[in-house]
């Protein structure tokens, strides 16, 4: 494997008959989208791919969408998907680069360190002629897996971030679009304050990914975090709307070697909702 959280579609394809690999289809979609992502998988997808639903596979109890399940949970639902704790799993969504991160990031969450991401995700691999399956998934037997670690450095929470900002002791990166960080724009969810926390960096999303949707060089990712005021010496803890953007900017870090990069899991829908969290207006 290569020492890269990315995998190709031509690396997948010579791989798609190891019964030790194992592909998921983690596909979302932001509120108010018409498109059915479990709709879409079943229509198309990966030969193999089982469905990984982050509103589902989340922790429930929380009012927050998609938090991050426990342990115990997340082993018993990446069990019944058919996945094993010895297996590779490799992730794509069918936008390209979008939700599949997220799911790429919570399995490094619980200690599963053979996880990867499709480059290009199922666009790309319809563009490079790779096979596809349509209708009613196959049926999978279940798999063995369990949480023997996990890496809580990955992860923040509302009262870390507070602690980040007030002792400066790191960098809040914030991927929403420029328009919503200044508070120009509407948030997506009802009850979400619109502006930023105070002292966070502005680095939107797109502008990690090149006009096929796919990651920029490693030399252009670092110019765009730079450009955004980032010190890559540094801590980072990324934000998003809902952690699931953030995830994105946490795999381009890995991607140019800062694999330590934390997410802040509730991110702007918990910042944005607390009744007592500073909020800032404009640039």
């Not at 290569?2 to 798609?16: A, C, F, G, K, Q």
């Not at 509302?158 to 002791?169: G, N, P, Q, T």
């Not at 955004?228 to 998003?240: K, M, N």
Request: a negative charge; charged letters at 25%.
């Amino acid at each position: 494997m290569p020492d890269d959280p990315l995998v190709s579609t031509e690396w997948l394809h010579e791989h798609l008959g190891d019964v030790r690999v194992k592909v998921i289809d983690a596909s979302w979609f932001l509120p108010g989208d018409p498109r059915d992502p479990r709709a879409a998988y079943r229509a198309e997808r990966i030969p193999g791919a089982v469905f990984f639903d982050i509103d589902e596979i989340c922790d429930r109890t929380s009012h927050l969408p998609h938090m991050a399940p426990s342990p115990a949970q997340f082993a018993i639902e990446v069990g019944e998907l058919g996945i094993g704790g010895e297996d590779t799993v490799v992730v794509y969504d069918q936008v390209g680069l979008s939700s599949a991160p997220r799911v790429w990031w919570t399995f490094r969450l619980y200690g599963h360190g053979k996880v990867f991401v499709l480059d290009g995700g199922l666009p790309m691999w319809r563009e490079d002629g790779r096979p596809l399956e349509h209708g009613a998934p196959q049926p999978h037997d279940t798999g063995d897996f369990a949480v023997l670690v996990t890496h809580p450095e990955l992860v923040r929470d509302l009262d870390e971030v507070r602690l980040a900002l007030r002792d400066h002791s790191e960098q809040i990166l914030d991927v929403r679009p420029a328009s919503r960080f200044r508070g120009e724009a509407a948030e997506p969810r009802a009850g979400v304050r619109s502006g930023h926390m105070p002292g966070a960096l502005n680095l939107p999303v797109t502008q990690l990914l090149g006009p096929d949707g796919r990651l920029l060089s490693d030399r252009e990712l670092e110019g765009a975090f730079r450009d955004a005021g980032v010190d890559l010496s540094e801590p980072i803890i990324t934000s998003c709307g809902s952690g699931v953007a953030a995830s994105i900017a946490a795999l381009a870090l890995a991607r140019i070697g800062l694999w330590d990069t934390a997410v802040y899991d509730g991110s702007w829908t918990e910042w944005g909702a607390h009744p007592d969290t500073p909020v800032v207006v404009g640039a």
